[in-house]
């Protein structure tokens, strides 16, 4: 495997495992669980930073891979991550039913071209 396949790897993939917790940690809440819940919160949170530092990663090293799946909106996962790293979100924008879905929301394998 080439250096820059090894790259994109290590950016596709911490994208597609925090999605993932996201979901799990999600599952079956509602907003007023979500807003009870400051390690929930906090867990929703950090998953969204690392998707969106990895999803800025994909655009500026594997910028092809990023244009041959546009079902993935790069750009904003990376602006989400700089609401919640800075500190200017709210929490009603977050959770079961803010942006916790759509993030939460993996591409297969087969949506993801290469």
């Not at 919640?84 to 394998?109: D, F, K």
């Amino acid at each position: 495997m080439n250096k820059k396949a090894l790259r994109l790897n290590d950016y596709v993939h911490p994208v597609r495992d925090a999605a993932d917790r996201i979901q799990r940690y999600t599952f079956g809440k509602s907003q007023l669980d979500f807003t009870a819940d400051e390690q929930l919160q906090d867990a929703v949170v950090r998953n969204i930073e690392i998707i969106g530092e990895a999803a800025r990663n994909v655009s500026l090293h594997a910028p092809e891979f990023a244009q041959q799946n546009v079902q993935i909106p790069w750009a904003a996962l990376y602006a989400m991550r700089n609401r919640v790293s800075h500190g200017y979100w709210t929490i009603g924008a977050i959770g079961p039913r803010g942006a916790a879905p759509s993030i939460g929301r993996r591409p297969n394998r087969r949506e993801l071209r290469s």
